[in-house]
């Protein structure tokens, strides 16, 4: 499927927590926005990233509050059940793996999060036949494409968001996150890789209307050949291929069709981020802040925010809070949402 092919009547409205009233008149200040699930249920097929082996994924409505689900379609029906939430992540080596107390695993689950995240999805029971979510291309784009065709539907129960009050920061040496709080939902971004190919790339975006379609989602994930082939030797990431990763050697980049973006990996780590903190169960309203940081340092700032309850609280949004963050619509449909890139 070509994530470039996406149909020009569903574009939809993909910035965060913006209402589906996209004049934003004639409400009244205590109109809060909905909870939002699928219309109805899509399916996909694809191949695991770590195994390399099919797999086959369903992405089905769910009630109100009950977040994002994923249930293992080959595992007794008692222990299938893995609630998308940051306390479940039990590995972030390669990606990041949710597990459940009966040590039922799903990995590779950002890329699905950061679509459902960008597409404002709040439930949804994620069916998956195997250990992990297929890798598609590499990027979230596909999983946008099968929300778009499900189509989303408000929920009567309002929206739930996590407010920030504190300044919460997380660092392991060179590697550094952090949220802020701050009105609307933004992130930066800055890797520096001592490939040519990639070097220092700086990036920041604020998450409304449509960005997140149009600047993230179709970045992809990365790798060096000489990683690859060394995990291949190890009998790891069997399922990976230019056709779901760029892959870089020396300063060259190895995918005949080069980059979808000129910085493509750092959006790809913005992307990866958007899916990790999505596992808070709610949108995080303010700024991310992330220095050559993955898919740990995204977990360990969730755990940080959530031990420490002084720094945050739930709140609902209204729909005129939601709308004042887009500000910047005009700005955006002729200009790139990118506030500031820098190489
Ligand atoms: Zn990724």
């Known amino acids: 499927m070509s994530p470039g092919a996406l149909p020009a009547g569903l574009s939809g409205n993909m910035g965060f927590i913006k209402s589906n009233n996209k004049s934003g008149k004639g409400l009244s200040s205590t109109e809060m926005v909905k909870q939002r699930t699928l219309k109805t249920s899509i399916s996909c097929t694809g191949i695991s990233l770590h195994s390399g082996g099919k797999v086959s994924m369903t ?9 994002i689900q994923f249930k293992r379609t080959d595992i007794a029906a008692s222990g299938a059940l893995i609630p998308a939430t940051w306390n479940r992540v039990v590995d972030t080596k390669m990606n990041t793996t949710l597990g459940n107390k009966d040590g ?29 979510v297929p890798i598609m291309d590499g990027s979230a784009a596909p999983f946008v494409f099968l929300v778009e065709c499900a189509g989303v539907v408000e929920q009567p129960a309002h929206r739930r968001v996590i407010r920030l009050h504190k300044h919460v920061s997380v660092n392991d040496g060179e590697r550094r996150a952090s949220l802020s709080p701050g009105g609307g939902v933004s992130l930066g971004f800055e890797i520096n890789f001592e490939s040519p190919a990639i070097s220092r790339q700086f990036f920041s975006l604020g998450l409304v209307n449509g960005a997140f379609k149009k600047e993230l989602a179709r970045a992809r994930t990365f790798g060096f050949l000489h990683e690859v082939e060394q995990l291949w030797a190890a009998g790891l990431i069997k399922g990976g291929s230019l056709d779901n990763a760029v892959v870089v050697s020396g300063d060259k980049i190895l995918n005949e069709d080069g980059l979808r973006y000129d910085d493509e990996f750092v959006r790809h780590k913005a992307l990866d981020a958007i899916g990790d903190l999505y596992l808070a169960g709610a949108p995080i309203i303010g700024r991310f802040n992330g220095h050559c940081s993955g898919h740990a340092a995204n977990n360990d700032l969730l755990r940080a925010l959530f031990s420490d309850k002084e720094a945050w609280s739930y709140d609902a949004i209204s729909v005129e809070e939601a709308n004042s963050f887009s500000f910047q619509d005009e700005w955006l449909e002729d200009k790139p949402a990118v506030i500031a890139v820098t190489a």
């Open 59 to 67: 992405l089905r409505p769910a009630e109100e509050n009950s977040g």
């Open 104 to 132: 039922v695993t799903i990995g590779t689950i950002e890329h699905l999060m950061a679509a459902l995240a960008g597409c404002e999805v709040d439930n949804a029971l994620i069916e998956v036949n195997g250990p992990e």
